[in-house]
């Protein structure tokens, strides 16, 4: 763009270059600089110049980048939460619950094994359901290890969902009562306790990074009202 035109017809944006290069002239004139040090003072003058405008992107770029995830993260939240409630009312599985661990275990939606196969609680398959090896961590004497198991394929993040709820309510097929703590559970807090403490995952950390992410993305907003429950 050529800049905004004067009333003369030349651009305003010209006109202050001008301006500007006849009162460095008369300065420079007037000092008498040696040509040597005009030219030091141009470069200076020059790289401060692209000094300020890259520290300025550097800046705005961050800012930019947690915009984004913020954004992405609540598309995930949106997607999810209709179906978390309407889980916890046939089930009574809070939906902050089911929505806490979607987002821990599934690294929001973006890990492989929820993006192409639909698990997003790393449900486990049996020998007679359909699954996918996928390499994984789990935590086995005191130490991470990478192991190779055996996961469940879902046809939609409904069907994985719909499952889950399905296994904290009716429990494993050697233990139903397995996860009725969770279902039990009086607040979110004791919820994800429960689901560590029945055995769910191995990460001896997984109730704590469970009730970080309801609190920070207040998904306890998205629990129905029942007899049991209260934040």
Do not use: C
């Amino acid at each position: 763009m050529d800049g905004i035109q004067s009333l003369g017809g030349e651009p305003v944006a010209r006109k202050r270059k001008s301006k500007f290069r006849r009162q460095w002239d008369r300065w420079v004139r007037k000092h008498r600089l040696p040509t040597g040090l005009i030219a030091t003072l141009a470069v200076i003058v020059v790289g401060v110049t692209v000094i300020g405008v890259r520290a300025f992107q550097q800046q705005a770029q961050p800012t930019n980048q947690v915009s984004s995830a913020a954004t992405e993260h609540q598309k995930f939240i949106t997607h999810l939460a209709g179906y978390a409630q309407t889980l916890q009312v046939n089930s009574g599985v809070r939906a902050s619950i089911s929505l806490g661990q979607a987002i821990l275990e599934s690294d929001w939606g973006t890990s492989t094994l929820a993006s192409k196969y639909h698990n997003l609680f790393g449900v486990k398959a049996d020998a007679d359901q359909a699954g996918k090896e996928l390499d994984t961590q789990e935590y086995q004497d005191g130490k991470w290890v990478t192991v190779t198991a055996r996961f469940r394929v879902y046809a939609s993040d409904y069907a994985s969902m719909r499952e889950h709820a399905e296994l904290l309510q009716h429990g494993t097929s050697w233990n139903a009562q397995q996860y009725q703590s969770v279902i039990n559970a009086a607040t979110y807090q004791e919820a994800a306790q429960a689901l560590q403490s029945s055995g769910y995952a191995t990460d001896p950390t997984y109730a704590d990074k469970l009730i970080r992410i309801i609190r920070q993305y207040r998904l306890y907003r998205y629990d129905q009202q029942t007899n049991n429950s209260s934040n």
